[in-house]
């Protein structure tokens, strides 16, 4: 748990060693469980590290099984490292209000991406399962969480990674996203953690199989369904109109300019083009802020904890005590 602390801050044994006084030597024998901890030394780690002294006393286990990030080909480990300590620690709070209030594990449509079932014919059948009869969905995270599955936001500390989905000890399924995220990255970015989900969380997955790719068909179509979307690209693509359709389509410029590519409305050269448009423009990371799309606000989790506030009649000073963290941490996952 020491070891899950100083990584949720991202420091490593040396800086926390200087924060409390002790060598980096003394900080790696006690992660090891190799020496006594007296009171004053976990009273200085809990102030160093901004946890009570009852979070490093709970039981540690590993992560449970988990998916594929959504991130950029190259994420340095002392990025990723923070962000795993604190999924893990928030799959905990998720896992103790499912089995305290009695959530039942959610019936998901899932299924095994074969020649017949390919994945966009898998997102089309996901749509028809869960009742989407509009092209455009209004709102993902609200559709997700009326399935049941849990969403979580938060901030990575790196725009180099989007999002990640896990599993806790019960099989139930929790998605984080990335709360820097801007709206249309954060749509698709849950969709492609939804695909992950739904077609190789509980199945055994080939090692040939590009996952990723998958996943990404699978959010394309669930996001921008081909029978729709199509009558929008007739006229022919260009930098405006694929400003017009984000509005519409809530999915970013250049995720409508790989559609209309996939779906054969484009040249290599048109492509070509395009992209050099974008890069001229310098809108290829960040679009125009006139065309952002609003941020979706996760709401399952605040209303699990709502009700265990409501059945116990603690506070939310309590309930920090009870999960063990501070009421910092408590507002940035639940606030």
């Known amino acids: 748990m020491i070891t899950l602390a100083r990584d949720a801050r991202g420091l490593t044994q040396q800086e926390l060693g200087e924060k409390i006084r002790l060598h980096k030597a003394n900080i790696s024998r006690i992660e090891n469980g190799e020496t006594h901890i007296s009171s004053d030394t976990l009273a200085a780690l809990s102030e160093a590290l901004g946890y009570p002294p009852a979070f490093f006393k709970l039981p540690?286990?590993?992560?449970?099984?988990?998916?594929?990030?959504?991130?950029?080909?190259?994420?340095?480990?002392?990025?990723?490292?923070?962000?795993?300590?604190?999924?893990?620690?928030?799959?905990?709070?998720?896992?103790?209000?499912?089995?305290?209030?009695?959530?039942?594990?959610?019936?998901?449509?899932?299924?095994?991406?074969?020649?017949?079932?390919?994945p966009p014919r898998i997102a089309t059948l996901v749509r028809r399962k869960w009742g989407t009869e509009t092209p455009v969905i209004d709102n993902l995270i609200k559709l997700a969480e009326q399935q049941g599955i849990i969403i979580?936001?938060?901030?990575?500390?790196?725009?180099?990674?989007?999002?990640?989905?896990?599993l806790t000890d019960d099989k139930y399924p929790v998605i984080f996203l990335n709360s820097t995220l801007q709206g249309d990255r954060q749509r698709f970015s849950l969709a492609y953690e939804l695909?992950?989900?739904?077609?190789?969380?509980?199945?055994?997955?080939?090692?040939?199989?590009?996952?990723?790719?998958?996943?990404?068909?699978?959010?394309?179509?669930?996001?921008?369904?081909?029978?729709?979307?199509?009558?929008?690209?007739?006229?022919?693509?260009?930098?405006?109109?694929?400003g017009e359709l984000k509005l519409k389509w809530k999915v970013s410029m250049i995720a409508l300019l790989y559609r209309a590519d996939d779906l054969g409305f484009l040249t290599p050269n048109q492509k070509r083009y395009l992209?050099?448009?974008?890069?001229?423009?310098?809108?290829r990371r960040r679009e125009p802020p006139e065309l952002d799309?609003?941020?979706?606000?996760?709401?399952?989790?605040?209303?699990?904890?709502a009700e265990y506030m409501g059945k116990t009649k603690l506070g939310i000073i309590q309930v920090c005590d009870l999960l063990a963290i501070s009421a910092a941490d408590y507002l940035e996952y639940y606030g």
């Open 275 to 283: 992209v050099q448009q974008f890069n001229q423009q310098k809108i």
């Open 60 to 118: 540690g286990d590993i992560m449970p099984s988990s998916l594929s990030y959504r991130k950029r080909q190259q994420v340095p480990v002392k990025l990723l490292s923070p962000i795993e300590a604190q999924i893990n620690i928030i799959r905990r709070h998720v896992q103790f209000l499912s089995r305290t209030l009695q959530k039942q594990q959610p019936v998901l449509p899932l299924f095994d991406v074969d020649d017949n079932n390919t």
């Open 293 to 305: 799309i609003p941020a979706e606000k996760p709401q399952l989790m605040r209303q699990w904890l």
């Open 195 to 242: 695909a992950q989900l739904l077609m190789h969380t509980y199945t055994r997955v080939p090692h040939h199989r590009d996952i990723s790719h998958e996943a990404n068909l699978f959010a394309a179509e669930f996001l921008m369904p081909e029978k729709d979307i199509r009558k929008d690209f007739k006229q022919g693509i260009t930098l405006p109109l694929l």
């Open 152 to 166: 979580c936001s938060f901030d990575f500390g790196t725009e180099r990674v989007d999002c990640r989905s896990i």
